[in-house]
């Protein structure tokens, strides 16, 4: 099978750590990286859920999963994870930092303020001190390790009514943009918006109401909901190819699972290193046919 689908050796003699990894995209994903050889390490907050996900994948000769309870809200959470994971493993080849909170929906001024700050916590802050604690020994490798974060909506664009996830989410894409370049000898850093999915976070908007979300939000919502969404099997083939040999040199991009051709983007690796392709730039008015800046 092609690098858009789940080739059994890919990721063979590789270990991956995922957050989040007990529902949704988290537990596709880790379905997804033991079927391509993976070892795994998986985070959650649940340990039935956990342990449920680990009992569910088919046995594998030479793959090991290891899971590790922990909550992301919780600031000390990182570092208890790099300690379990060293004391599991010689060594981690994948970061795919997936793990993510809806946080208050409605005005600013109207959210919770320790839940706007809880999101920031979980959505950035602990994607950003794992990739801390982590690329010191992620970088020791002879080949490239690769780092892959979730980004979503309201990553690119306003998104009102939502203001702590999408702070959250924009700022890690332009974290991953950095990183990136600090990191290039040794690793690939990316960030991918796996598209709309019927998850849990989408459920709590909906919960959230029209007036609290906004009608524009909630009408997408519920247009999600009743199509059931993007196919999360679509992204974790995404991730699998970001993880793997297959994408060496794609890095500090903002990869759409659904939208962008990224099965072809080994054979555009000049122009992906070159120009500045799927990142966050500023919109000047050249960029939409006005000349009154040049004034």
């Known amino acids: 099978m092609g690098i858009g689908g789940t080739k059994l050796s890919i990721l063979q003699n590789k270990t991956a750590l995922i957050t989040g990894a007990s529902r ?9 990286f033991w079927n391509a050889g993976a070892n795994l390490v998986l985070i959650a907050r649940s340990a039935d859920a956990l342990g449920q996900l680990a009992a569910g994948l088919p046995k594998q000769s030479g793959q090991r999963v290891v899971t590790i309870v922990a909550d ?42 320790t839940e706007w700050q809880a999101t920031i916590q979980v959505n950035l ?10 690329v010191p020994w992620m970088s020791n490798h002879a080949q490239r390790s690769k780092i892959i974060n979730l980004s979503g909506g309201g990553g690119t664009g306003p998104r009102p009514n939502v203001s702590a996830y999408a702070t959250a989410k924009s700022g890690l894409i332009r974290f991953t943009e950095t990183l990136a370049d600090e990191v290039r000898d040794s690793m690939d850093v990316n960030c991918i918006a796996p598209g709309a999915m019927k998850t849990a976070m989408l459920e709590s908007l909906l919960a959230a109401g029209p007036e609290a979300a906004g ?38 991009k903002l990869i759409s699972a659904v939208w962008d051709p990224w099965e072809h983007f080994p054979e555009h690796l000049d122009d ?24």
């Open 215 to 252: 009608q524009k939000e909630y009408a997408q919502a519920l247009k999600v909901r009743d199509s059931g969404g993007t196919d999360p099997a679509r992204a974790a083939a995404l991730c699998v190819f970001l993880a793997s040999a297959a994408s060496d040199g794609i890095t500090g």
């Open 72 to 113: 992301l809200a919780d600031a000390d959470a990182p570092a208890q994870i790099l300690a379990e994971a060293h004391r599991q493993f010689d060594a981690l080849d994948v970061l795919v930092n997936n793990a993510a909170i809806q946080g208050p929906v409605g005005l600013l001024w109207q959210n919770d303020w």
């Open 125 to 134: 802050l602990a994607p950003v001190a794992l990739c801390r604690l982590l």
């Open 24 to 32: 949704g995209l988290g537990a596709q994903i880790a379905d997804s």
């Open 272 to 295: 992906l290193k070159k120009t500045d392709i799927y990142t966050l730039r500023r919109i000047v008015p050249k960029d939409r046919g006005q000349s009154w800046s040049d004034l």
